[in-house]
């Protein structure tokens, strides 16, 4: 069993062998200037594809770069704003506060004293409303 393998040459292979060789000269040698020709072409469209996605991949990013710029601009305004919101929200809005604490004050004041009575009382034995069974006064 022998096996044929057939060798591709390249282009520039081809060109010199066209050269070398007298009888397939001429066709060697046109289809390896073909062959040279279209590599180059191929060659230049893929650096063309290459400067093309990169100009888009500039693109992309200066756009990304201008987003990311008008975002910090924007929260460096919220961030320098933020003292006057928070003073804003520290003001009383209503001066109701000591009059508010007063009545709170009174109000505790007579709970304290309403419990000091009332467990006052509870400590003190109330009297029986049944006569002694033993008498109270001693004998002589």
Not at 53 to 63: I, Q, V
Not at 118 to 137: C, G, K, T, Y
């Given at each position: 069993m022998s096996s044929k393998t057939d060798v591709r040459l390249s282009p520039s292979q081809r060109?010199?062998?066209?050269?070398?060789?007298?009888?397939?000269?001429?066709?060697?040698?046109?289809?390896?200037?073909?062959?040279?020709?279209?590599?180059?072409?191929?060659?230049?469209?893929?650096?063309?594809?290459?400067?093309?996605?990169?100009?888009?991949?500039?693109?992309?990013?200066?756009?990304?770069?201008?987003?990311?710029?008008?975002?910090f601009a924007a929260a460096q305004e919220v961030l320098a704003n933020l003292p006057q919101v928070i003073a804003d929200a520290r003001e009383p809005k209503h001066r109701r506060r000591p009059f508010v604490l007063a009545v709170v004050g009174a109000v505790a004041l007579a709970g304290g004293a309403v419990a000091f009575t009332?467990?006052?009382?509870?400590?003190?034995?109330?009297?029986?409303?049944?006569?002694?069974?033993?008498?109270?006064?001693p004998k002589p």
């Open positions: 060109l010199s062998r066209g050269l070398k060789y007298s009888a397939v000269g001429p066709v060697d040698v046109t289809r390896g200037t073909v062959g040279l020709s279209w590599q180059g072409a191929r060659s230049a469209a893929g650096g063309i594809r290459r400067r093309i996605d990169k100009s888009r991949l500039a693109k992309e990013f200066a756009d990304a770069q201008d987003a990311i710029t008008q975002e009332i467990v006052r009382r509870s400590m003190q034995p109330e009297p029986s409303s049944l006569a002694p069974s033993v008498d109270v006064a």
